[in-house]
T-cell receptor, first 114, second 118 residues
Framework: SQKIEQNSEALNIQEGKTATLTCNYT??????LQWYRQDPGRGPVFLLL?????KEKRKERLKVTFDTTLKQSLFHITASQPADSATYLC?????????????FGRGTSLIVHP | GAVVSQHPSWVICKSGTSVKIECRSL??????MFWYRQFPKQSLMLMAT?????????EQGVEKDKFLINHASLTLSTLTVTSAHPEDSSFYIC??????????????FGPGTRLTVT
């Protein structure tokens, strides 16, 4: 069955360091992959989308890589700040009934210490 | 950017009663809206896909008679939890795709509704 794995343990880092979060998947051939940020008690907020034919995508301090051979995506936040503390979800999109519908991982909590 | 609102943000109801949650796209038209449920420290689980003017498509294991979805207009979808029970207590989140954007696009999520059934 399709499976998306994100590290369930919280990632604790010091302010200014680079945070790297991992998303692994099995039994899936996604057309694209997305990363979202979710704060407690709030809905997810879209951050980045990367397509299957793209290796890397950047947006300000964020960088996403997508390795379809390893079936893995890495999400980096450079120069991390305490305000970056949140849960980060990866989502894979596959076609269902003609529409792209994402399946979400459980998310990894990031805690940036000042 | 596109904004999706949900109302109410939280609700407490007694077992056996029904609760309606509204999801609105505020500055764009959404032909498709999605309803998710999220338990603590769990991933978002898609419950159903709602298309304007047609019946919703429910995911396997989701009771359509219990979770009634109405997508009456391009900016409004409602989820009604009928005869709610304590196990229905969860965080319900809707999302929408902008009709004007063709092809693959990100979803815009609402802030969520916390439902507690006592």
């Amino acid at each position: 069955s399709q499976k998306i794995e994100q590290n369930s343990e919280a990632l604790n880092i010091q302010e200014g360091k680079t945070a790297t979060l991992t998303c692994n998947y099995t039994n899936y051939s996604p057309a694209y992959l997305q990363w979202y940020r979710q704060d407690p008690g709030r809905g997810p907020v879209f951050l980045l989308l990367i397509r299957e034919n793209e290796k890397e995508k950047r947006k300000e301090r964020l960088k996403v890589t997508f390795d379809t051979t390893l079936k893995q995506s890495l999400f980096h936040i450079t120069a991390s700040q305490p305000a970056d503390s949140a849960t980060y979800l990866c989502a894979l999109d596959g076609v269902t009934g003609g529409s792209y519908i994402p399946t979400f991982g459980r998310g990894t909590s990031l805690i940036v210490h000042p | 950017g596109a904004v999706v609102s949900q109302h109410p943000s939280w609700v407490i109801c007694k077992s056996g009663t029904s609760v309606k949650i509204e999801c609105r796209s505020l500055d764009f038209q959404a032909t498709t809206m999605f309803w998710y449920r999220q338990f603590p420290k769990q991933s978002l689980m898609l419950m159903a896909t709602s298309n304007e003017g047609s019946k919703a498509t429910y995911e396997q294991g989701v009771e359509k008679d219990k979770f009634l979805i109405n997508h009456a207009s391009l900016t409004l979808s409602t989820l009604t939890v009928t005869s709610a029970h304590p196990e229905d207590s969860s965080f319900y989140i809707c999302s929408a795709r902008d009709q004007a954007v063709r092809g693959i696009d990100e979803q815009y999520f609402g802030p969520g509704t916390r439902l507690t059934v006592t």
